[in-house]
């Protein structure tokens, strides 16, 4: 396998230097903005292209790390080259692979090799893709699961169908998760915090929970008035917010206890239940 890059950003100066450390061949980048070209070239010891004739010709496998709203644009342009026989790639976690619309007809093969992990650095955060977990879809996600397991990351197969809901479970844990955390800070600045004592204050919190969460599962880490089915205490939550942080705060509360019922089904929570359905 040789695989060129599209795109010479934080996944693919990443995934590139991921590849290299794995012993896997890669030819090299392309990229619009050289300079970017060049910088991932050198960080991973490979060719800077001049063309995306050259990356193309020169590699079998192509992944396709531009932003999402670019993909579409440049497998218009992969398409009017000869591509028989290749499998092209893109690392988007939202979009299918069938943004490179047409495959079959070119004869070429596609896939989605998403990480699920924040990549936030050019060129440390390979390290961290080592051990994350990928997500892959398409006709070439067989070949795909090899590669990625032989740089010993994890795998799962989803339909293409699944990428939004896919998409949404991650961003449910990630960027949702900093809002809440966000809107923690804002309370205890209420409270006359700073900002800085509320960050402090609150990660321990945020890093204790998650570990559990990694831990022992959303159940058995489940704590909390929900948990103990604490309308007292959910009451003077809501005398503190506003109608629209009553209604999510509401609504969020009624998913925990969803959990708080499966952890203890003997229990009764109908009252709770239905004042936080008349909030929501």
């Known amino acids: ?42 960080f991973t010891r490979t060719q800077c292209f001049d063309s995306l004739k050259d990356v ?35 690392c988007s976690g939202a979009l299918p692979s069938s943004i490179f619309a047409n495959a079959d007809e070119h ?19 390979w390290q961290q893709l080592e051990g994350a977990f990928f997500t892959l879809e398409g006709s070439c996600a067989m070949e795909m699961e090899a590669l990625m397991q032989q740089c010993g990351a994890q795998t799962a197969t989803i339909h293409a169908e699944d990428k939004a809901r896919y998409h949404l479970a991650a961003c449910v844990v990630s ?28 990660s321990p919190l945020i890093l204790g929970n998650a570990q559990a969460i990694c831990e022992k599962g959303p159940k058995a880490a489940l704590t909390g008035p929900a948990e103990r ?13 506003d109608r629209t942080d009553q209604a999510l705060y509401a609504l969020l509360t009624r ?3 969803d959990l708080a019922r499966e952890k203890h089904p003997d229990r009764g929570d109908t009252a709770l239940r239905t004042y936080l359905e008349g909030l929501s």
């Open 56 to 90: 193309v010709d020169a590699s079998d496998t192509l992944f396709v790390t531009t932003p999402d709203g670019v993909i579409a644009r440049m497998w218009n342009d992969i398409t009017a080259l000869p591509i028989k026989s290749k499998c092209i790639c893109h």
């Open 229 to 241: 089915g604490d309308m007292g205490t959910i009451q003077s939550h809501m005398q503190c917010l």
């Open 175 to 202: 960027n949702l998760a900093v809002g809440l955390s966000n809107w923690g800070m804002k309370l205890l600045e209420q409270c006359g915090f700073t900002q800085q004592q509320a960050l402090a204050a609150l």
């Open 107 to 125: 004869g070429a093969r596609v896939s989605s090799v998403h990480p699920l992990l924040a990549v936030s650095d050019r060129f440390s955060s």
């Open 255 to 257: 998913k925990l206890c």
């Open 1 to 42: 396998m040789k695989i060129g890059f599209i795109g010479a950003g934080k996944v693919g100066t990443s995934m590139g230097k991921l590849f290299r450390q794995h012993d896997v061949t890669v030819t090299g980048y392309y990229s619009r903005t050289r300079k970017h070209a060049e910088e991932a070239a050198a």
